[in-house]
């Protein structure tokens, strides 16, 4: 793509230089003669105003959460949460401005070629787009715990591309509300350079019906920001949205008992944060490609004002740097919303959307 940018920057180059010497000797310079040439710098290369786009596309997802732990589960309803209408009408009542749904396809996939997908799975996430565009927001589906790519990801390359076909297919003519998100957290063996081999092949099979779909992908190491600079993008699709996922410090976020009581939020912790966001966003700037925080999230065990004070300065540092964000999670272990009376936790949401 670069040679041939290079190549059609050399020939608009030589057809401006000739023009110019036309319009020099034959044409008398009348104001009406000669337009006012066109900035080359402007006009020649088009990733400019496609990442523009998706820059645009990224400010659309805007504020986020994860309806984690439905989908994902081994059946839904298995891990705390099974989706119900209400949700999707409390979630943009609060101010939210879409959902990640994260979905373990690899369980409803056959092992062989073509890897044919249960039906009875795209009805239920037809449902959830469905709700979800009803209250006005966007979604992200994802690839979550396929857990056999991360052990032998040669071998589970062409099911990945295989399960993407199949969604791809099927979601063709939704609207750019929906937004695919390749795989959840490569980690173990897919790692960055078996990834930067495998991702291409997913995303070939989404562009063959999708061409203009926003596709989000992150690094390996399970999305950690300080990864970013491992991927190789293909610097022809303009349509890639990058995703990292924060849970740092792990020790203070996945507290998981109530006796354990790791703090978080002095001058050096808020530093640590900024450091991240600085060296990401110098990443995103460097290459044109707009950041997604597709999770980031406290255990519920962790005293209310802390995960609030963590909660409310990540995504105040996220969003200064113009990143979108999801937050982990909606109803379960991470969760800012009690599902039994459906209630938010009035301070985490605060944290998230503060003029709620
Ligand atoms: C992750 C996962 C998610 C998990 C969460 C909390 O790394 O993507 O499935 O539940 O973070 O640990």
Known sequence: MKTRIFFSLVTLLLLLSVGCQTVSTSVPPTETAVPPLPNPTNTIDPIPTLNTQAFAANQNLGRGVNLGNALEAPSEGAWGLYLQEQYFAD??????????????????????????????????????????????????????????????????????????????????????????????EPQDNLNSEVWNKIFPQALAAIRETNPERYVIIGPDTWNNVNRLNTLTLPAD????????????????????????????????????????????????????????????????????????????????EAEKRGFSWAVWDFGTDFGIYTLHNRKWKDPLLKALIPES
Request: no cysteine.
């Open 91 to 184: 979630i943009a009542a609060a101010g939210f401005d879409h959902v990640r749904v994260p979905i373990r396809w690899s369980a409803y996939a056959d092992l062989e070629p073509p890897y044919t997908i249960k039906p009875r799975i795209f009805k239920r996430i037809d449902w959830v787009i469905e709700q979800a565009f009803a209250h006005n927001l966007a979604v992200v589906i994802n690839v979550h715990h396929f857990e056999a790519i991360m052990q032998q990801p040669e071998t589970q390359a062409e099911r990945l591309a295989g399960i993407w076909r199949q969604i791809a297919a099927h979601y063709q003519d939704y609207p750019n509300d929906l937004y695919f998100e390749i795989l959840n």
């Open 237 to 316: 699709d303009r349509r890639l949205i990058v995703t990292f996922h924060y849970y740092s410090p792990h020790e203070f976020t996945h507290q998981d008992t109530p006796s354990s009581s790791t703090t978080w939020g002095t001058e050096a912790d808020v530093s640590a944060l900024q450091a991240d966001f600085d060296a990401a966003l110098a990443w995103s700037t460097a290459e044109q490609r707009p950041l997604y925080i597709g999770e980031f999230g406290v255990h519920a065990t962790v005293p209310e004002p802390s995960r609030a004070l963590w909660l409310s300065t990540v995504r105040a």
